[in-house]
């Protein structure tokens, strides 16, 4: 498909970085952008499915929040258990003080951005694919135009360029722009550093607490966590459009995968993924006998990948090259699933950067001398933001990897033991209940 030769905002990337990017921009006023994305199709894999409070909040700001609330899980608590008890759990329902969405949206990544991309569609805007960017240079008649060159020959002159293309950023790299770890890839324990997830059926179904919608379940071992999300059936279109249908109810599960086990294979079968479930999942969705008195087995296995849990963070997110260039989401910075804080942060980095950009175009427009200053605000906070994240997040990792080795042979205790111990007194009292709700929500994270 053939791209226009011009254009005020060009955004790469449609994901939901790069969809609601279009949305805000839609939103205030600006209607003169394209936005491209280098696949074929959109998303068809699960990934994320936590969609926090100041994230529904951020999206409800620019009229683009009802499609996902009419389709999501409204979560209710986040559990934590070891195999055999629970240790702790803290109830969502402390927020209603503080959001008018008191809870996480459980949601597959690819239902958020099916629900984005028809918002987006209802506005008249379509994104132009598959249309992959190779090069950019400064235009030679206008110092502030970028010239964006395609893979397909085609090329672009663009005002303003929005970065939204994965952490692998074809703009972040054509723009020189560093891409590591903030303070040291080390920080965190090996036992956390790689991840497999997968969303898989069972036979029998599973049965208890654990499996019922609307609660996050982890589940602590010697040298793991693991996460199970009921995601009952409401998902189960999207979820196998393209393997076989299903009308049992599906359930995400993810596990970090120690270091001594190998490296995950890059989609794990379902083999794979059984081994991992009856290792260390909880005991209700198990096949092991000894563990659960009703054994259950994966019956399809819908999709699964591996990850690993590292920091990265962008130099800087504005540039200019001709052209301003921000770089939002993954592109801007990637960092644990831990808190399910990374696709909230690329929704709000871009609801956010997008009202910005409006606001320069119209200076812009009064005064063509005006300076960047509104938009380096805007990515210097982003991108504090973004820091402050990945150092929660790494607090986060840090918790869960503590072993259950004794510390020392003259200490009968681990510091996992003590820390469970201490969930377990700590967990029974409200306000930490509620400081837990509160730092998952991203309410003091906007």
């Given at each position: 498909?053939?791209?226009?030769?011009?254009?005020?905002?060009?955004?790469?990337?449609?994901?939901?970085?790069?969809?609601?990017?279009?949305?805000?921009?839609?939103?205030?006023?600006?209607?003169?952008?394209?936005?491209?994305?280098?696949?074929?199709?959109?998303?068809?894999?699960?990934?994320?499915?936590?969609?926090?409070?100041?994230?529904?909040?951020?999206?409800?700001?620019?009229?683009?929040?009802?499609?996902?609330?009419?389709?999501?899980?409204?979560?209710?608590?986040?559990?934590?258990?070891?195999?055999?008890?629970?240790?702790?759990?803290?109830?969502?329902?402390?927020?209603?003080?503080?959001?008018?969405?008191?809870?996480?949206?459980?949601?597959?990544?690819?239902?958020?951005?099916?629900?984005?991309?028809?918002?987006?569609?209802?506005?008249?805007?379509?994104?132009?694919?598959?249309?992959?960017?190779?090069?950019?240079?400064?235009?030679?008649?206008?110092?502030?135009?970028?010239?964006?060159?395609?893979?397909?020959?085609?090329?672009?002159?663009?005002?303003?360029?929005?970065?939204?293309?994965?952490?692998?950023?074809?703009?972040?790299?054509?723009?020189?722009?560093?891409?590591?770890?903030?303070?040291?890839?080390?920080?965190?324990?090996?036992?956390?550093?790689?991840?497999?997830?997968?969303?898989?059926?069972?036979?029998?179904?599973?049965?208890?607490?654990?499996?019922?919608?609307?609660?996050?379940?982890?589940?602590?071992?010697?040298?793991?966590?693991?996460?199970?999300?009921?995601?009952?059936?409401?998902?189960?279109?999207?979820?196998?459009?393209?393997?076989?249908?299903?009308?049992?109810?599906?359930?995400?599960?993810?596990?970090?995968?120690?270091?001594?086990?190998?490296?995950?294979?890059?989609?794990?079968?379902?083999?794979?993924?059984?081994?991992?479930?009856?290792?260390?999942?909880?005991?209700?969705?198990?096949?092991?006998?000894?563990?659960?008195?009703?054994?259950?087995?994966?019956?399809?296995?819908?999709?699964?990948?591996?990850?690993?849990?590292?920091?990265?963070?962008?130099?800087?997110?504005?540039?200019?090259?001709?052209?301003?260039?921000?770089?939002?989401?993954?592109?801007?910075?990637?960092?644990?699933?831990?808190?399910?804080?990374?696709?909230?942060?690329?929704?709000?980095?871009?609801?956010?950067?997008?009202?910005?950009?409006?606001?320069?175009?119209?200076?812009?427009?009064?005064?063509?001398?005006?300076?960047?200053?509104?938009?380096?605000?805007?990515?210097?906070?982003?991108?504090?933001?973004?820091?402050?994240?990945?150092?929660?997040?790494?607090?986060?990792?840090?918790?869960?990897?503590?072993?259950?080795?004794?510390?020392?042979?003259?200490?009968?205790?681990?510091?996992?033991?003590?820390?469970?111990?201490?969930?377990?007194?700590?967990?029974?009292?409200?306000?930490?209940?509620?400081?837990v709700a509160w730092g998952m929500s991203g309410l003091g994270r906007?």
């Open positions: 498909m053939s791209l226009p030769e011009n254009t005020t905002v060009l955004i790469v990337g449609a994901g939901p970085a790069g969809l609601t990017a279009a949305l805000s921009l839609a939103y205030h006023g600006c209607r003169d952008f394209v936005i491209v994305d280098a696949t074929v199709e959109g998303q068809n894999a699960s990934r994320a499915y936590s969609i926090n409070s100041a994230t529904v909040e951020a999206l409800a700001s620019i009229d683009a929040a009802d499609g996902l609330l009419s389709q999501a899980i409204k979560a209710k608590s986040i559990r934590i258990a070891s195999r055999g008890s629970q240790i702790f759990e803290a109830k969502f329902d402390p927020l209603t003080k503080y959001s008018a969405y008191p809870y996480p949206l459980v949601t597959p990544q690819n239902v958020t951005e099916l629900a984005l991309g028809q918002k987006l569609k209802s506005l008249g805007v379509k994104v132009q694919r598959p249309h992959r960017v190779v090069g950019m240079k400064q235009s030679e008649k206008d110092s502030q135009i970028t010239d964006v060159s395609f893979e397909d020959g085609q090329m672009i002159r663009a005002r303003y360029i929005i970065g939204a293309d994965g952490a692998r950023s074809s703009i972040r790299t054509i723009a020189g722009i560093g891409f590591c770890d903030p303070e040291s890839p080390n920080l965190v324990s090996d036992v956390l550093s790689q991840m497999v997830a997968a969303d898989v059926t069972f036979e029998p179904e599973p049965t208890g607490p654990l499996t019922l919608e609307g609660h996050l379940n982890g589940t602590i071992s010697s040298d793991s966590f693991f996460m199970l999300i009921p995601f009952g059936n409401r998902f189960n279109v999207e979820l196998t459009r393209d393997g076989e249908p299903t009308t049992k109810s599906v359930f995400r599960v993810s596990c970090a995968i120690p270091v001594k086990k190998g490296e995950p294979p890059h989609a794990p079968p379902k083999e794979y993924i059984q081994d991992m479930i009856d290792t260390y999942g909880p005991a209700c969705i198990t096949s092991d006998s000894s563990l659960n008195r009703a054994p259950v087995k994966i019956d399809q296995l819908i999709w699964s990948t591996r990850f690993r849990t590292h920091s990265a963070i962008a130099d800087r997110t504005f540039t200019r090259l001709g052209a301003a260039i921000f770089l939002v989401g993954d592109a801007a910075h990637v960092h644990s699933p831990a808190g399910g804080q990374g696709m909230n942060l690329a929704i709000r980095d871009a609801i956010f950067l997008a009202e910005a950009v409006t606001k320069h175009i119209q200076a812009f427009a009064e005064n063509p001398d005006v300076d960047d200053t509104i938009l380096q605000e805007i990515a210097e906070a982003r991108h504090a933001r973004a820091l402050e994240t990945i150092n929660f997040t790494k607090k986060l990792l840090k918790l869960a990897s503590l072993g259950y080795d004794r510390y020392a042979w003259w200490m009968p205790f681990s510091w996992a033991s003590i820390r469970d111990l201490t969930l377990r007194i700590l967990g029974r009292f409200h306000f930490v209940q509620s400081s906007r």
